[in-house]
């Protein structure tokens, strides 16, 4: 499935947005944050749900990650934060340095389970007791199929209990300081 079948009336929300009942403190917290990168905001159900998918075959599994972008200006620009919202996982998943193989059903959920502000932002998967690090194919996949600003390429290692997060095509590691994991209802989520 091709990157055209998502939607093209895709756009972030603004700060002013979300924030309406944050503090003062807590928005100069998040820009303090972002200076460089995006933060990104990941809820405890969230994580839950990927870690339970990535723990159930010692084998390379994965999926796509749904969320919404904060941004100061667009999609291209000005992202303050990327909040993840759902993760779609796959019952199959190869990637190779020229192709990305999930279940085509997987792309279509993430559609319907998507709208104009809650969209693909990225893709997971795991690499079983071989550490959490972009592969020179994950790299790849990156640059071929994750290529906006707000693209997140999320891996994580089940058994040994690690995870590294990269951002756009040139996949630019975040430093963990950026993964803000937080609770389930609370203001940041
Ligand atoms: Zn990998």
């Not at 820009?31 to 995006?38: I, Y």
């Amino acid at each position: 499935m091709k990157w055209n079948n998502v939607r093209s009336d895709i756009r972030a929300l603004s700060l002013g947005s979300i924030a309406s009942n944050w503090s003062a403190f807590d928005v100069l917290e998040l820009l303090n944050f972002t200076q460089h990168e995006p933060i990104v905001l990941f809820g405890g159900l969230v994580r839950k749900a990927i870690s339970e998918h990535l723990s159930t075959k010692n084998v390379e599994l994965g999926g796509l990650l749904l969320g919404n972008v904060i941004s100061n200006k667009d999609l291209i620009d000005g992202i303050v934060a990327i909040k993840i919202t759902q993760a779609v996982p796959s019952q199959t998943f190869k990637s190779s340095c020229v192709s990305l193989s999930m279940d085509a059903n997987v792309w279509q959920d993430a559609n319907i389970h998507g709208d104009a502000t809650n969209f693909v932002v990225g893709w997971y998967h795991s690499h079983p007791n071989l550490g959490a690090f972009f592969s020179g194919t994950d790299r790849s996949t990156q640059k071929n199929f994750f290529t906006n600003s707000y693209s997140l390429g999320l891996v994580v290692d089940p058994i040994r209990k690690e995870e590294r997060w990269f951002r756009g095509s040139e996949s630019v590691e975040l430093s963990a300081d950026n993964i803000l994991r937080t609770i389930d209802g609370l203001a940041l989520v």
